[in-house]
T-cell receptor, first 113, second 113 residues
Framework: GENVEQHPSTLSVQEGDSAVIKCTYSDSASNYFPWYKQELGKRPQLIIDIRSNVGEKKDQRIAVTLNKTAKHFSLHITETQPEDSAVYFCAARRALGANNLFFGTGTRLTVIP | DSGVTQTPKHLITATGQRVTLRCSPRSGDLSVYWYQQSLDQGLQFLIQYYNGEERAKGNILERFSAQQFPDLHSELNLSSLELGDSALYFC????????????FGSGTRLTVV
């Protein structure tokens, strides 16, 4: 199956700074890479995703990059705000077979005002 | 409201007991996925159903079972409960087997005492 590794496990940044979270995946056949944000006690919510035919995608302060050769993808948050504080999960989905998402272990982001 | 409904929101039960968690997918979604999230842990995939049939199995214990009914709602049955089964159980749904994104419900918090 797919194995997704995520780093760092915790990240603290000053408000206004950028935050970067990195993930690697093992299955070269994976073709879909979403990022979810989970606030304390709440459900994970999709914030951005990228497909394997695209190298970068941006949505306001959030961007995701994908390097298929190296099998890694990253989440970039610019101009961080206190409300960005949450746990962020990356995930990968294989192109063939079962389409369940394999999640990374999560990154707890704290934005310090 | 994500459109994915999970009941109950909270459940407290004793070791050795059996419980049933229920999930109603978003209208039009045929796939249902179950995930377990233990305290400060990631999202562990348990099982997927598509239009009533089991499609993929993850790290689901033999004490756990699930099914999806003709009206597409799904139930996750947990039996012979142990303290270590205490966790948040999330259900997610998507339109089809190869649909990329899926939406999580708000989860059921199970506490085994």
């Amino acid at each position: 199956g797919e194995n997704v590794e995520q780093h760092p496990s915790t990240l603290s940044v000053q408000e206004g700074d950028s935050a970067v979270i990195k993930c690697t995946y093992s299955d070269s056949a994976s073709n879909y890479f979403p990022w979810y944000k989970q606030e304390l006690g709440k459900r994970p919510q999709l914030i951005i995703d990228i497909r394997s035919n695209v190298g970068e995608k941006k949505d306001q302060r959030i961007a995701v990059t994908l390097n298929k050769t190296a099998k890694h993808f990253s989440l970039h948050i610019t101009e961080t705000q206190p409300e960005d504080s949450a746990v962020y999960f990356c995930a990968a989905r294989r192109a063939l077979g079962a389409n369940n998402l394999f999640f990374g272990t999560g990154t707890r982001l704290t934005v310090i005002p | 409201d994500s459109g994915v409904t999970q009941t109950p929101k909270h459940l407290i039960t004793a070791t050795g007991q059996r419980v049933t968690l229920r999930c109603s997918p978003r209208s039009g979604d045929l796939s249902v996925y179950w995930y377990q999230q233990s305290l400060d842990q990631g999202l562990q995939f348990l099982i997927q159903y598509y239009n009533g049939e089991e499609r993929a199995k993850g790290n689901i214990l033999e004490r756990f079972s699930a099914q999806q009914f003709p009206d597409l709602h799904s139930e996750l049955n947990l039996s012979s409960l142990e303290l270590g089964d205490s966790a948040l159980y999330f259900c997610a749904s998507s339109v089809g087997e190869q649909n990329y994104g899926y939406t999580f419900g708000s989860g059921t918090r199970l506490t085994v005492v």
